[in-house]
């Protein structure tokens, strides 16, 4: 079970590791900011059945 995930920036590019806990459900979607360039993000982090995440960011 993976406890993080990543993402790339859709402002700056850059790569951004994000922590990630399985017990908030399966599908989940919150805003952050990047800790790189402070933009609003709009993340999506998903778990596979063998618990491993992916996420994906879109600008808010």
Same mark, same amino acid.
């Given at each position: 079970?993976? +406890?993080?995930?990543?993402?790339?920036?859709?402002?700056?590019? #850059? @790569? %951004?590791?994000? @922590?990630?806990?399985? =017990?908030? $459900?399966?599908?989940?979607?919150?805003? +952050?900011?990047? @800790?790189?360039?402070?933009?609003?993000?709009? %993340?999506?982090? *998903?778990? +596979? +059945? *063998? $618990?491993?995440? =992916?996420?994906?960011? *879109?600008? #808010?």
């Amino acid at each position: 079970m993976d +406890d993080t995930a990543c993402y790339t920036c859709p402002h700056c590019g #850059e @790569p %951004i590791d994000l @922590p990630v806990d399985a =017990s908030a $459900g399966p599908h989940q979607r919150f805003t +952050d900011d990047c @800790p790189v360039c402070c933009n609003p993000n709009v %993340i999506r982090v *998903e778990f +596979d +059945d *063998e $618990g491993n995440a =992916s996420a994906t960011a *879109e600008a #808010e």
